[in-house]
């Protein structure tokens, strides 16, 4: 590959004639949504996995009223399929998944390795026209709201089913059974996330080519690289993904005795809606809880952002959200005694009742949250540091950045969730005989099938019996006129032994005497 500049606009001309058909721009929409899916594909949700038991309970709650949503609706045909994984591997798009030619892409990619950097730039105008507009909307979760960390999450629905609290709730290992293909699910979605990994730096990479094309740094080389070893396991993916596609359309309507029986928790979609975001409110109240030291550290830099916006130079936008971010001590401490309140009312935690815990969501009603945008704030933080000379000042707000990133991706806004606070009494109310009569309602259909399998294993043997019993009269009568038969024989066999050779010639004589009287 040679580096230097100089590749002709004919050349570009001739390699668009040799494409025929394909039209470059066509191809390189196709590398983009590629780049773009890859990436959306590979971040992970954050876990933490430090909970108290009541938060921690209720996840598994969560986790197990969404699967039954899940498991109906898919048999149902009520979820739509690439809605749903797109929700749980995390992608914005299935059909613009699908709809790439790796062709294309890879064929691109191997002519890269043969031209030179001035192509790139001509790449670069292309991708930037590409990117005025977002090609994909935003992902919207909405079928699995009980699995926030996707199908990381899915994959622990049966280990959730194995916690002694949850027996003793659910009462019976039925419905474990009708969730069993979930973690099917899981796996292929677990294995099709693999196929779509990059390595950090080639991440960094890419991210660099899609936020700013004419600004790219990185070799020519390594981009045709990494972009070929992606395309391919792209490739790969996109088969699994197919497949998968056909495996979730077959289950439609193949039903079982334990998921039908799911059908007696009325308006699933409701309950698993409310206790998903519910539970999530009161996670990220125990994230912020478990990040506490971490988030007052940001206090003392407070100040050094409003020493700062004084002398600066960016829009009133920018300085307003600023100003907002130097006045967060008050509310950050307002949040945190509140968040403590919420923490020390909660009980019940060894309670096997489900009703119980409903005092860990209304309670949670009344914690100060806080409303801002720290998207927008990270963003003219940002601006800041641009523009701030001092390196010891610079650093200060670089980690104020972090932590202000931490506290984004947490999320502070915990009004949004008092709706959904508020009807967690009913979806537990709901559970709660769910679960109750979940049990029995198995046992009736297999005790009815039992009854029925009795029945037919009854009336199987009584014909038995009776093609039995017709079968020894039969051979009973085929005996009887055996032996009738030989009496016969045996009585005709007794007569022709009884007449003697003298008799026999007398008889005969006459005979022959009368037939001579005749004759004559």
Not at 47 to 62: G, P, Q, Y
Not at 80 to 97: H, K, R
Not at 388 to 400: C, P, V, Y
């Amino acid at each position: 590959m040679t580096s230097s500049s100089g590749l002709e606009s004919g050349e570009i001309d001739s390699w668009e004639n040799e494409e025929e058909d394909d039209d470059i721009l066509d191809i390189i929409t196709a590398i983009f949504i590629t780049i773009i899916s890859t990436i959306t594909s590979s971040g992970a949700r954050d876990v933490n996995d430090t909970w108290s038991i009541s938060v921690d309970r209720m996840r598994m709650i969560a986790r197990i009223t969404n699967g039954i949503y899940l498991q109906r609706g898919l048999i149902d045909g009520t979820i739509p399929v690439d809605e749903l994984i797109a929700e749980l591997l995390g992608i914005q798009s299935v059909d613009q998944m699908l709809k790439v030619d790796t062709r294309k892409v890879i064929r691109v990619f191997e002519r890269l390795n043969g031209t030179n950097e001035t192509f790139l730039k001509d790449l670069h105008l292309m991708i930037t026209l590409l990117t005025q507009t977002p090609t994909v909307p935003l992902l919207a979760i909405k079928h699995s709201l009980g699995f926030p960390n996707g199908y990381r999450d899915l994959l622990t629905l049966q280990e959730d089913f194995k916690d002694p609290w949850i027996q003793e709730i659910v009462r019976t290992r039925s419905l474990s059974y009708s969730m069993a293909k979930l973690e099917k699910l899981g796996i292929a979605l677990k294995n099709i996330s693999g196929m779509l990994e990059v390595t950090k730096g080639e991440r960094e990479m890419l991210s660099a080519l899609v936020k700013n094309p004419s600004g790219f740094k990185d070799p020519l080389s390594n981009l045709v690289v990494a972009g070929l070893r992606i395309t391919r396991n792209f490739e790969q993916a996109l088969k699994a993904l197919r497949a998968l596609r056909n495996i979730l359309f077959s289950m439609k309507h193949s039903r079982s005795l334990e998921s039908d029986a799911l059908a007696h928790l009325l308006d699933p979609f409701r309950h698993s809606e409310v206790l998903g975001l519910a539970t999530q409110g009161v996670v990220s109240m125990k994230q912020v809880l478990d990040n506490k030291s971490r988030f007052q550290e940001v206090i003392p830099y407070l100040e050094v952002v409003k020493e700062e916006i004084r002398n600066s130079h960016l829009s009133q936008k920018d300085l307003s959200n600023l100003e907002a971010l130097a006045a967060l001590q008050t509310p950050l401490e307002a949040m945190y005694q509140s968040l403590e309140t919420w923490r020390d009312s909660l009980t019940d935690s060894n309670s096997s009742t489900l009703n119980n815990y409903t005092t860990l969501f209304e309670n949670a009603k009344n914690v100060t949250g806080i409303r801002l945008n720290f998207t927008e704030i990270s963003d003219s933080l940002h601006q800041l540091i641009q523009e701030t000379s001092n390196q010891t000042t610079r650093e200060q707000l670089e980690d104020l950045e972090a932590v202000v990133n931490e506290m984004n991706t947490i999320g502070l806004n915990f009004s949004k969730y008092s709706k959904n606070f508020e009807e967690t009494n009913e979806t537990m109310q709901a559970l709660n005989l769910f679960f109750e009569s979940y049990e029995s309602k198995v046992t009736v259909m297999f005790s009815l099938i039992g009854v029925g399998v009795a029945m037919f294993i009854i009336v199987f043997i009584l014909g038995l019996c009776y093609l039995w019993r017709a079968d020894k009269e039969i051979k009973m009568d085929e005996e009887k006129q055996k032996k009738k038969i030989k009496k016969s024989i045996n009585g005709a066999s007794r007569s022709n032994s009884e007449v003697s050779p003298l008799t026999a010639g007398v008889s005969s004589g006459n005979k022959t005497t009368a037939s001579s009287s005749k004759s004559g």
